[in-house]
């Protein structure tokens, strides 16, 4: 049965259709759906099964090494690195980036190599190479004509593993953070730098101030990408033996045998970190999002309440 | 009047009262000549409208004004001065980038796609310019900008972001952004193209005040209505070539030259 809509009448006026307002919407039956989520919940229980009643797995173990002091280390020094490495990478892939727009094609080249070089060696043999420069290089020295020499160095002395891994894994993920940046900077419309340049806004202004800013919506999402690969990557530096969560993890079970629990403290670590990240990137990725939508942002918690109840919604006008 | 002011006056003729005065200018993009000896009289507190064809060169030769674009020959002084140069004897030297900055930001520039910057709202559109290039302080800024908005009549949209704006409301906060600056002159291209019929009106409303102030305007134009109202002298372009110019209300009832009674004929 079709109610049609209520008529304006020849006063303007709409007549009242009796129970317009009582009418229920039935949401649509989708039986795939309920399949799909038996089979899941099926799955999902048998894996847990396994995994609890395996004795291998060992839970009581692993929990008793999740705030072993070593541990704890490692993931204060995995943290760490990811931090420094990702301000560094930002920094210096801003800069190459800034390069690679820039109207002087010596730049443009300069950057463009960096970028083909960094991102194409494979990060352990940068690592491995940072870490061995000394074999290359022996001592950093600055000799000026007049003062003779200002200061020199052991390149040993300054290239401790913890170090070169720094510098390795940041040069290597600038390359990849410029071109994140570049993308988003040829992503905003050129008729803003052109408008800033009109006003008189000087070069260096515009590119901070109008350019960078907007830019970082279509940044921030792939960036977040990036910091969780490389909290991930740092596991690397266990080869030139830097002390990370894995490094210790690994120590604890070359002496224990207790490799699974203790993989599996590395995992829940690792997984811990990685949801706290997203987390932050949620509200970044909303920050610069805020000229973009007419309407208050929606809170994170009922982002999350309403994917676990499928996204429906109840009101007739969200269908 | 400064010295080099009236160094150029001398050299070059330019009349007292002159606000835009462009001699011979020519622009090409390579191989492709879109600008091929234009000369334009702009007199201080008058409005000169450009119509011309698309291609005809009429942006490019607004954006050589504010020197967005360099010439490739001739010269075009804003109120005396040259924009881009300081003339020393027969050459002219680039200005370093903080001194063209001061002279472009005197001269506004209007665009037809508003160009307000998307991640500010409109109360920081405003202060933007006149706080990071004139250093004028943040509270002097806000309340000029306040009365600005009150002027095109949008005071209640300081804390709107541009794309929450329809496209008349945003064409007339970009102009209050220009007039932040307090400038010379306010170049306008197609400031009304992108706009729906509807909303047209509301900013050559916002124009037609300006013009009554007293403010010197060139504007690129389809509005043919518009420049018989407002426009002191009406300039046909086409093909890099100024084809005719004159009285806005005599051109347009008769116009002279094949070209320009063609193109009315389209567009009237
Ligand atoms: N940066 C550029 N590089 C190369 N060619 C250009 C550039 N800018 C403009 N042109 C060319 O110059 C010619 C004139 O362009 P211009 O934008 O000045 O025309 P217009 O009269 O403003 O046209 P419209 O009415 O379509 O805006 C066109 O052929 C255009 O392709
Ligand atoms: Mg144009």
Known sequence: MVTRPAQPDAQGQKTQIHGVDALTVVPRRNYAIWIGTVVVLVLAALILKAFASNPAFAWGTAWGYMFHPSILRGLGNTLLLTVLIMSAATLIGTAVAIMRVSPSPILRTFAGVYVWFFRGVPSLIQLIFWFNLSLLVREVSLNLPVFGEVFSVRTNDFMTPFFSAVVALALCEAGYMAEIIRAGIKSVPSGQAEAARALGMPYRKILRQIILPQAMRFVVPPTGNEAINLLKMTSLVTFIAVDDLFYSAQSIYARTFETIPLLIVVAVWYLAVVSIMSVGQFYIERYFGRSDSGHEPEALLSIVSRGLFLGRKKERDNV | ?268
């Not at chain 2, 201080?44 to 409208?49: E, I, L, Q, T, Y």
């Not at chain 2, 020959?73 to 370093?96: N, S, T």
């Not at chain 2, 046909?236 to 116009?255: H, L, Y």
């Open chain 2, 1 to 268: 009047m400064s010295e080099a002011r009236k160094m150029n006056a001398d050299r070059f003729g330019v009349p007292a009262e002159s606000m835009i005065f462009a001699r011979n200018v020519r622009k090409t993009f390579g191989a492709l000549e879109v600008l091929k000896g234009v000369d334009l009289d702009v007199p201080k507190g008058s409005v000169a409208c450009i119509i011309g064809p698309s291609g005809s060169g009429k942006s490019t030769f607004l954006r050589c004004m504010n020197h967005l674009e360099k010439l490739t020959g001739g010269i075009i002084l804003v109120d005396g001065d040259f924009v881009g140069y300081d003339l020393v004897g027969d050459k002219l030297y680039e200005l370093r980038e903080n001194q063209l900055c001061r002279r472009r930001a005197e001269i506004g520039m209007l665009f037809q796609s508003f160009n307000l910057f998307s991640h500010m709202t409109v109360m920081e559109n405003l202060i933007q310019a006149p706080v990071q290039v004139r250093g004028t302080h943040v509270e002097q800024a806000k309340e000029e900008a306040a009365a600005l908005l009150a002027r095109v009549g949008l005071s209640d949209k300081e804390a709107a972001y541009p794309r929450q704006l329809s496209g008349g409301q945003q064409q007339r906060v970009a102009i209050a952004r220009a007039l932040a600056m307090k400038p010379k002159v306010l170049l306008f291209d197609e400031p009304t193209s992108a706009l729906d019929p509807e909303l047209v009106g509301e900013v050559l409303g916002a124009m037609r005040d300006l013009a009554e102030s007293g403010m010197t305007m060139v504007v690129v134009t389809h509005e043919i209505a518009f420049a018989r109202e407002i426009g002191d002298q009406l300039v046909f372009m086409d093909q890099g070539q100024i084809v005719e110019r004159g009285n806005p209300r005599e051109m347009i009832n008769d116009p002279q030259s094949p070209r320009t009674r063609e193109f009315l004929s389209r567009v009237l």
